[in-house]
């Protein structure tokens, strides 16, 4: 409970900064400018994503040993992906599906570890894009590239150093965690069934975050060459990862404003390119809301139940 509290007022905060410091009128302007055009390029990209989302997910409940349809795979992200754009934090919609699909497997454990572990899959994806485009296009965090690629570097041996030695090194809760790991990895993500849909599923999805994003940039007025403005856009794409956000606002604002400021726009372009982004991934989401109105209509009640049963 604290931490959620922390998270939604640590995104309150960082709403209430950019609101003292561009106004409201990047918001607000931005909102405005969305058309028929945008809306319809962000359903379709939301319907190519989600369906990957899914996909990946499967795959990875899969070699986990918990069978997921994909058809309820792509209901569970769609209603993920509209709780996570409409509620706190930004993962609420799936601890969700997490939690859901474990009960439903008998499995709660394994259920929330496929989540986890498809989630990673995806962010690993994200940041080796990240380290190649920002590399590629001039951007304001190019100088510090070889910085971050040593300390990811750095960090990847450690992790694979722990996980060869830890997991012999006793009976220890530590210990049988990091085998449990390194099960699942091996299990879900590098099996030779599972990898490259996963590999692909989630440059899919980064492809269709970064599209979306460009889109909003130029829904929102932007004029700036697309070689300028994908690096900017991945760089708040980047933030959304923080769990410090009120219905997926705050980081990405607050970086979206540093960085086209830092590269010669100006923020409030960037706060208006962010805002128009959430405002299309959330009609992007709608269709989760339908999923969650089937669910509630499929629900029976206590007085229905029990006028269905005396009329037996």
């Not at 754009?85 to 939690?99: F, M, N, S, Y």
């Not at 510090?144 to 996980?163: D, K, W």
């Not at 390194?182 to 440059?203: I, P």
């Amino acid at each position: 409970m604290f931490w959620a509290w922390a998270r939604a007022v640590g995104g309150a905060g960082l709403l209430a900064v950019l609101l003292w410091q561009v106004g409201s009128g990047p918001f607000l302007a931005g909102v405005r400018l969305i058309d028929a055009p945008a809306l319809a390029a962000a359903l379709f990209i939301g319907v190519l994503t989600t369906v990957c989302a899914a996909w990946r997910w499967s795959l990875v409940a899969g070699g986990l040993g918990v069978r997921l349809p994909m058809a309820t795979a792509v209901a569970h992200c769609y209603r993920a992906v509209f709780l996570n754009a409409t509620l706190p934090g930004g993962v609420l919609g799936d601890v969700h599906r997490a939690v859901r699909h474990g009960r439903d497997a008998g499995d709660l454990g394994r259920g929330i570890r496929a989540v986890d572990w498809e989630r990673t899959a995806g962010q690993v994806v994200q940041v080796a894009v990240a380290l190649v485009v920002l590399a590629a296009f001039p951007s304001p965090v190019r100088p510090y590239l070889p910085i971050a690629a040593v300390l990811l570097t750095a960090a990847g041996l450690a992790g694979l150093l722990l996980a060869r030695v830890l997991p012999y090194a006793g009976r220890s809760r530590w210990a049988r965690a990091l085998r449990t790991a390194v099960a699942d990895v091996r299990a879900g993500l590098l099996a030779r069934r599972t990898w490259f849909g996963v590999l692909l599923a989630s440059a899919v999805m980064v492809a269709g975050h970064l599209a979306t994003f460009l889109v909003a940039a130029r829904t929102a007025g932007s004029d700036a060459p697309l070689s300028r403005l994908l690096p900017l856009t991945l760089l708040a794409l980047l933030a959304m990862g923080l769990p410090l956000n009120i219905a997926g606002f705050g980081p990405r604002e607050g970086v979206a404003a540093w960085a086209f400021g830092a590269a010669g726009l100006s923020a409030a372009e960037g706060v208006a390119t962010a805002t128009v982004y959430g405002a299309l991934v959330l009609v992007a989401s709608l269709p989760g809301a339908a999923v969650l109105l089937a669910r509630r209509t499929r629900i029976p009640t206590p007085g229905r139940e029990a006028a269905s049963t005396g009329d037996c």
